[in-house]
């Protein structure tokens, strides 16, 4: 009984989701999480070496699961737009998009040039945007209910030392998400940003050296980072059309408390 409530509440089974950036530690952990709940999964991302070991550890963790891999760069309008038809050929529909791909630097701000500056802005912000043009006019003229779920970063609200530019860079997909939201709520097209804390995926080990690592769980109520599978619970609630149906314009924040320490 209890089962068959909560299947009915979240809904997912044979829904189709897309995740760019699906080879990165996070949004495969995201990504393995859909395939449980019996969605069909599209990884998109560049390396097909590392989106075969991906594949590989839900198909371990979810036998029989449907997972299809998508290259290209989030950055090029035709590697998006051929993505969405990959996904329409092979499975007929797309139900949800997480746009989670990411780069950081821990470049000082003095020494930042423009080709890295642009480098991040392309990755960070142009390929969120792109991947809501497309896959968004593809919802609004479908005519049917569909989630789309921005990784912003805990850098989005609190400004942090050392990633200038990713910073600025998650604050304004949290705008976007806010606008879109707005812009496609009548339809029934929900847009949510996906908000992490600390979590050691690839892109922060770069930055957290001892100093930092202790300076960031000082600040972290539960003492300790995040897990890659703690995003699945929130990512679910955000995908489903019915436990989340009347959830749009949100930021989930999953930080271990981050947010909530002052001193």
Not at 130 to 146: D, I, M, T
Not at 157 to 176: D, E, G, M, Q, W
Request: net charge negative.
């Amino acid at each position: 009984m209890v089962e068959n409530y909560l299947n009915d509440l979240f809904d997912l089974k044979g829904k189709v989701a897309v995740l760019f950036g699906g080879t990165g530690e996070l949004v495969s952990a995201i990504g393995a999480g859909f395939a449980g709940a019996g969605m069909k999964v599209v990884l998109g991302g560049r390396d097909a070496g590392k989106a075969q070991r991906r594949m590989d550890a839900i198909q371990e963790a979810w036998p029989g699961s449907e997972i299809l891999f998508c290259q290209g760069e989030v950055h090029r309008r035709e590697d998006i737009e051929k993505t969405l038809e990959s996904t329409l050929s092979h499975f007929g529909q797309v139900d949800v998009l997480v746009n989670g791909a990411g780069v950081n630097s821990p470049t000082p701000f003095f020494d930042i040039s423009e080709e890295e500056f642009q480098r991040i802005v392309d990755i960070n912000l142009r390929g969120v945007m792109l991947g809501c043009q497309v896959f968004g006019k593809h919802f609004v003229e479908a005519g049917r209910p569909a989630s789309i779920i921005n990784i912003t970063s805990i850098s989005s609200r609190i400004p942090l030392s050392r990633v200038f530019t990713y910073c600025a860079t998650k604050a304004a997909v949290l705008n976007l998400t806010l606008n879109l939201a707005r812009e496609w709520a009548a339809q029934g097209i929900r847009v949510n940003a996906l908000t992490p804390g600390f979590f050691p995926a690839e892109q922060n080990r770069k930055i957290l050296t001892p100093e930092r690592t202790s300076q960031i769980l000082g600040r972290t109520p539960m003492g300790r980072f995040g897990e890659a599978h703690e995003l699945t619970g929130a990512a679910l609630l955000l995908a489903s059309s019915r436990a989340g149906s009347f959830i749009t314009g949100e930021e989930l924040v999953v930080d271990g408390g981050f947010s909530a320490m002052a001193l």
